[in-house]
Structure formats: C-alpha cells, structure tokens
C-alpha cells in the first residue's frame, strides 16, 4: 500500500495528558498537510510542511500544538495538556512536488482523538 | 464569508439513478482548483474530481462528472448510476493559486443510496 499512512488510527486520552500522532505521506510526495475535522464538518487547515520547512501555520494551531517533520518524510503532531474541546478527526495529506494549486492532496485514514 | 457553501445536509437517491450534490464557491482569484471528495464511515478523504478554473470542458472521471459554471460560481459533483457504495459524506473543496496551499472544504452532504 503506497498511500498516506497515518497512527494510531483511535486515540483515547484524559485531559491535560500529551499525544502525538504520526503521519506517513505517500514517499515521493514533499508536500504534507494537517487538518482537524470535527463532527459534522468539512476538514480545517493546520499546518503545512514542504520537505522538512514548515511553511504556514493556521491560527488554529495553538500553543499547545506541535507539528514537525524532521527529515521531510514522516511528520508528527503533538498536542501538550489536551482538552475536551480537542476531540476531533486529525487528517494528514499529501501531495506532489509541483507546487501548484492544481496539486491534488491525497489523505490518509485519520487519527480520532478523544479526549475524556 | 465561506469560501465553500455546500447546502445540502443530507441526500437520498434511488439506486442506479443519478444523483447531483451542490457546491458554490466564493474567490477573487482567477485561478483556482475545485476538488470534491468521498468520505464513508471509515474516515479517510477518497479524492474523486478535479476542475480547473481555466478548465473550458467539465472534468469526468467514470460515473463522477463535474458541473462547472464558472460565472454562478458553482462546481456540482454528478454521480450517474448510483451503487449502495456510494453512502458517504460528500465534500467540496477550492485551493486558490495566490493564498496559500491549504484546502477550504464546505460542510458536506451525506448521500444515502437506497435500494
């Protein structure tokens, strides 16, 4: 299976305890994307990395969220001292190298994080 | 205001009928992609159609076709002969050339296929 990976695929924590998400973008994809779904709504920007450059951050991404990608390929994303307003389907995507708003991103399963 | 307006909620269609799922979106940028998307229960986003906003044919990939009317600013997603493996949420989504690379997705609209 050659497409965006994404662990653990369930994640239940209590507040204020940290989580970490892993991300694995298609391998010749430089270009990774977070987004946060909640219920009933359409996936919202995180943050954005072009090889290992995070290039934009939304103002979604608080204090408490971390996101990095040390070497281009995998990404991970941290949330320190969660909340129950946390909860929510974390998406990775990729998607080439090409750089233009034609690009296609392609997502993979998601993480759902429940926060108690 | 929403870059991405999907109004409706929830669809049914009778299976083997086609079905059209609403999109108008909103930019001042002359170019741009318009995307939809699949997403059944499991979760993951299945990319099903691209449109250009240079585009002068709509996009068609096998049963999914691609409504664009580019001054209403519309980019319906039509799915013709209907499968039970179509229930799904549906979504929409735009990438503009001058503000970035994220995605603006709407809302969605869940689709049932009914036997």
């Known amino acids: 299976d050659t497409g965006v990976s994404q662990d653990p695929r369930h994640k239940i924590t209590k507040r204020g305890q940290n989580v970490t998400f892993r991300c694995d973008p298609i391998?010749?994809?430089?270009?990774l994307y977070w987004y946060r779904q909640t219920l009933g709504q359409g996936p919202e920007f995180l943050t954005y990395?072009?090889?290992?450059?995070?290039?934009?951050k939304s103002r979604l991404l608080s204090d408490r969220f971390s996101a990095e990608r040390p070497k281009g390929s995998f990404s991970t994303l941290e949330i320190q001292r969660t909340e129950q307003g946390d909860s929510a389907m974390y998406l990775c995507?990729?998607?080439?190298?090409?750089?233009?708003?034609?690009?296609?991103?392609?997502f993979g399963p998601g993480t759902r994080l429940t926060v108690l | 205001a929403q870059k991405i307006t999907q109004t409706q909620p929830g669809m049914f269609v009778q299976e083997k009928e086609a079905v059209t799922l609403d999109c108008t979106y909103d930019?001042?940028?002359?170019?741009?992609?318009l995307f939809w998307y699949k997403q059944p229960s499991s979760g993951e986003m299945i990319f099903l159609i691209y449109?250009?906003?240079?585009?002068?044919q709509n996009a068609t990939e096998g049963r999914y076709s691609l409504n664009f009317q580019k001054a209403r600013k519309s980019a319906n997603l039509v799915i013709s002969a209907s499968q039970l493996g179509d229930s799904a949420m549906y979504f929409c989504?735009?990438?503009?050339?001058?503000?970035?690379?994220?995605?603006?997705f709407g809302t969605g609209t869940s689709l049932t296929v009914i036997p």
């Open positions: 995507a990729s998607s080439s190298a090409r750089g233009s708003y034609t690009d296609t991103q392609y």
């Open positions: 391998s010749e994809h430089n270009r």
């Open positions: 990395f072009q090889n290992e450059a995070q290039l934009e």
């Open positions: 930019t001042s940028d002359p170019s741009y992609g």
């Open positions: 449109q250009g906003s240079y585009d002068q």
């Open positions: 989504a735009m990438r503009e050339a001058n503000t970035g690379n994220q995605f603006y």
